[in-house]
């Protein structure tokens, strides 16, 4: 059972998943076609991707742009606090963004659609293993970055000095963005 819960930005929704627990663990389904067209969202995904992060990790804020790219978070393993940035210009919300944590165990999913930027920084002293199902392939050419830490964001991430990739520390600002953004139009999923 999944229950879809709206987090204020059209069309960034939360995914909660019934888990089914016992003395042997847990069992808790994931991905099922019918429930997400129910709730309309993506049924077809062309890539999943892995990325493991150690604690004091902040990867973002990304965002693929040609083609268009949404993107399906789940943890399964450890803890994240994730933040998904409004990137298009002509939505109420523009600029403005969204902030939860994910894990392992609470089960959640968060699908960020196509114009919005996304990071994530690791939460506690374990490592947190994160899954990205996408519905447009990755091209290195469409892709950017807004800085995790910029002021007009104003994101009250969990860490104040986190470990960032040689690339995260030099992505633009959003004032950047704002003088030109990106159009965004999803891709076609054949």
């Given amino acids: 059972m999944m229950k879809e819960s709206a987090l204020g ?12 627990r016992d003395a042997r663990g847990f069992f808790r389904e994931r991905f099922h076609a019918e429930h997400f067209d ?18 004091g990790i902040l990867r973002g804020l990304h965002y693929q742009h040609t083609p268009a790219q949404g993107k399906l978070i789940s943890v399964i393993r ?25 894990s392992d165990e609470n ?5 960020i659609p196509p114009g ?7 939460l506690g002293d374990e490592p947190a293993d994160v899954i990205y199902s996408v519905d447009a392939f990755y091209d290195a050419h469409g892709e950017g970055g ?15 000095d986190p470990i960032l990739s040689k690339k995260d520390r030099w992505l ?16 076609a999923v054949s």
């Fill in 78 to 102: 450890g803890k994240i606090w994730d933040v998904a940035v409004d990137l298009r210009a002509d939505s109420p919300t523009f600029g403005k963004h969204s902030a939860l944590e994910l």
């Fill in 116 to 122: 919005f930027a996304h990071g994530f920084c690791v």
């Fill in 38 to 55: 129910e709730l309309g969202l993506p049924t077809q995904f062309v890539q999943e991707n892995h990325s493991r992060s150690l604690p």
């Fill in 107 to 111: 089960g959640r999913l968060l699908w």
């Fill in 172 to 187: 633009s600002s959003f004032a950047d963005y704002r003088v030109q953004p990106l159009s965004w139009e999803p891709a």
């Fill in 9 to 20: 930005l059209k069309g960034l929704v939360l995914i909660e998943l019934t888990v089914h």
């Fill in 146 to 160: 807004i800085a995790w830490n910029d002021p007009d964001l104003a994101i009250d991430w969990p860490l104040r």
